[in-house]
């Protein structure tokens, strides 16, 4: 299954009797091969049709599992990491307010903002990444 290619070089001689050479190249890049193939295939051996259709079926479906594990791990890392900013962020903010209540304004209002600004660049920051991505994709 997949690419294919046939080379075939010949000397012909022409009427004149001179020779000409001749080259026949054919190529295919689909992964199932064309009817009229796979009829040849099924008169030499027969079941090599069905044998070829399985394969083809079985590399599909096992792309397809690999592409939903990908697309799962990738989900849950992403909602593993809002968990772990959403907890730092709390924390970050309680400690603020602990600071501003014994009288640390400066230091406590520069933690929350801190660390509410980080959470906000790197929310914006992806989305921004997501949104050029989606671009260059549709450019393809």
Not at 40 to 61: C, F, W
Request: net charge positive; hydrophobic share 40%; charged share 25%.
């Amino acid at each position: 299954m997949g690419t294919r290619s046939k080379k075939d070089g010949r000397l012909i001689k022409t009427p004149s009797g001179d020779l000409v050479a001749q080259q026949h190249f054919e190529s295919r890049v689909e992964i199932l091969p064309p009817p009229d193939e796979l009829e040849r295939y099924e008169a030499m051996h027969p079941g090599t049709a069905k044998i070829i259709l399985d394969s083809y079926t079985a590399q599909v479906n096992h792309r397809m599992a690999l592409e939903d594990a990908v697309i799962k791990g990738d989900n849950k890392r992403a909602n593993r990491g809002q968990i772990i900013s959403a907890v730092l962020v709390f924390v970050c903010v309680l400690i603020g307010g602990f600071l501003i209540y014994i009288d640390k304004k400066v230091e406590g209002l520069a933690t929350i903002i801190i660390s509410l600004g980080t959470l906000l660049t790197a929310f914006y920051s992806g989305a921004i990444l997501r949104k050029i991505e989606r671009v260059q994709k549709g450019k393809r």
